[in-house]
């Protein structure tokens, strides 16, 4: 569906972009894929998951699959969240080193950092 994408473009499947600090958008071959994370307090989170298809791909593509699927990785990544937080209340619990993989968390934390240094310098 969408025009002029290289093989290697097409064989990766999709690609990811993230706008700080609480949205990522995932570019597939044939749609479009943002995800939003609305803060609703202080332990609560509402996600808002949004597929988005060109009128051409309406008719190619299983879009039920695609939606059930994604929302299958994200309650089970949800999932996963929930159980990582748990405890973090506790006095115990001292913060530690995030893994390579959690690129995306360290330059948030770095976004957080930079944004704070610049309304309080001292």
């Known amino acids: 569906v969408f025009s002029g994408l290289t093989p290697a473009e097409r064989a ?7 706008s700080l600090p609480s949205m990522f958008i995932v570019g597939h071959v044939d749609y479009v894929r943002t995800v939003r994370l609305v803060p609703l307090g202080p332990e609560q989170t509402e996600l808002v998951a949004e597929w988005l298809f060109a009128p051409e791909a309406l008719a190619e593509t299983d879009i039920d699959n ?3 699927f994604g929302t299958q990785v994200l309650e089970e990544d949800a999932a996963i969240c929930e159980v990582n937080q748990k405890g973090l209340r506790s006095m115990r619990h001292t913060s530690g080193v995030l893994m390579p993989e959690e690129y995306d968390l360290h330059r948030f934390h770095n976004w957080v950092r930079e944004r704070h240094a610049a309304l309080c310098p001292d």
């Open 66 to 68: 695609i939606i059930t």
């Open 12 to 18: 990766a499947g999709q690609t990811y972009a993230t």
